[in-house]
Structures are given as structure tokens and as C-alpha cells.
């Protein structure tokens, strides 16, 4: 048994509950090779299913995908469609094995401005998958933090009218937010070399660990995924106590 089979199995109730990754580098990667950055796209969806496939083994129970944040509308009208067109090959060529692994697929972000083929191929991949149980899919698509905390704000005090003021806490807002029903992330990856969080989670983030590696998103094995979670076991969360 390798160290961290055994480390999961004595560990397990410290393993992290939710892990999101900022897939970042997809564009260098492939112009490392010199290569469209479409080609590190295409390369960068093949990494997401590797850790689909690692991290659903670990029995980590929901895995957020920052791919799309409101601020990629800003890339070149070429760019922009092939990233519109991943969520439909994703969910074209993997559905089956979500559902093999019992995987629900859910989003955040707002999609209103998605394109329907996109948005239809989502929803798809959302209703198929609707009673999977055992690991979450959370794929962030045009989203941006400060964009969920401003919609979150606007439903609730649609809700609450006059009793807005009165009513707003944290707790509450927080159940206008895209996932309520999610646990905050334990765990914040981002690859591609930069330290930032680009407006990903900025409200979940408050007590997640960060994780960042020089590594292009298309270049994560299992042996950094490992080195991973073996970090994030030895590290001691104090949430602001003793
Ligand atoms: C993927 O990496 C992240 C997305 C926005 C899809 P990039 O496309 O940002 O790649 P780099 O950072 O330019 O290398
Ligand atoms: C963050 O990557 C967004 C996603 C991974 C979807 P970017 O490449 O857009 O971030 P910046 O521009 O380097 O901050
Ligand atoms: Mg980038």
C-alpha cells in the first residue's frame, strides 16, 4: 500500500470535503509545444478527467472547476467559442462514466449568457446526472465572485423587500449564493504559476487552504495530485481559534 493509501485510510475524516481548482496554463502549455491554445484546452479538459478520476477514487465528495470566469469573455471571438464548445464535448464523451461513478454534475456562475447549444448540452449533463450521489461535479462557468455575491444580494432582497436590512447576515446571504447546499472549499489549487484567485470562490474562500504549482493545468499527474493531499493533510486549519 503506497504512504498516502495508507495516510487516506487513517486520515479520512481529515480528508477535504470539497477541492477546487483554477485550471490555469492551458495556453503556455501549448505554446511550449507550439501549438494552437486550443490544443492546451482539449489537453486541459484530459487533466480535469484525470482528477475526476483520482480524487473520485480518494472518495472526495465535491470537486469544483473554475473554467470559464466573467472575465474570459475578454479573449479573442475564437477563443471564446472553442470554450463554449468544451462543455458540450465534456458532456458528449463523458456522461457514461459519470454515471458509471455515480457523479452529479452541477454548475456556478451565471448562465444566462451562455449560449443555448452550450447551456442545452449543460443542462443535459445536469438533469442525466441529477440523482448521482457520490461525488459532486461543480464546473464554474462565466463566474466571477464578486458577480454570484452581487446576484446573491439581488435575490435576497427581492425575497426579503423592506426586511432586507433587518434580515441580511452571513448566514443568510450565504443561502443565496449559487450552492448553499455545497461545503466551502477545504482546498484551493491553482497550477499555471500565478498566485491569485482571479475572482474564484471569493466568498467561500474565507477559511479555504491554498495550494499553488508552477505546473501547466494539462501537466497535473497523479503524482502532484498525491503531493497534493499529502500537503493538505499536514497542514493545521485554526479558523481564526487556538
Ligand atoms: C486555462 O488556462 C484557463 C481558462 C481561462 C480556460 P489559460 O487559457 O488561462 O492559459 P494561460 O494562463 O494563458 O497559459
Ligand atoms: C483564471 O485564469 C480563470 C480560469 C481558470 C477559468 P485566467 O488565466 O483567466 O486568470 P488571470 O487572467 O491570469 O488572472
Ligand atoms: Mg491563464
Known sequence: MSQLENRIKVERENLP??????????????????????????AGLDAMRRVIRFYGEVGIKVLSFYAF????????????????????????QDLPELMERGARLIYSGDLTKIPKKTLDAMRRGEKATAQNNDLIINIAFNYGGRDEIIRGIRAMALEHKEGFLQ????????????????????????????QRLS??????????????????????NEELLEKILGDYLDRNRRFGGL
Do not use: C
Open 69 to 92: 470566469s466573467t472575465e474570459n469573455w475578454k479573449r479573442s471571438q475564437r477563443e471564446v467559442n472553442f470554450l463554449m464548445n468544451l462543455p458540450i464535448d465534456f458532456i458528449e
Open 199 to 220: 475572482n474564484f470562490f471569493l466568498w467561500q474562500a474565507a477559511y479555504s487552504e491554498l495550494f499553488f504549482t508552477e505546473e501547466y493545468w494539462p501537466d497535473l
Open 167 to 194: 434580515a441580511l447576515n452571513e448566514e443568510d446571504l450565504g443561502k443565496f449564493l449559487d450552492h448553499p447546499e455545497l461545503p466551502d472549499p477545504d482546498l484551493i489549487v491553482r497550477t499555471g504559476g500565478e
Open 17 to 42: 470535503k470539497h477541492i477546487a481548482f483554477i485550471m490555469d496554463g492551458n495556453g503556455r502549455w501549448a505554446q511550449q509545444r507550439k501549438m494552437p491554445r486550443s490544443f492546451g484546452h482539449n
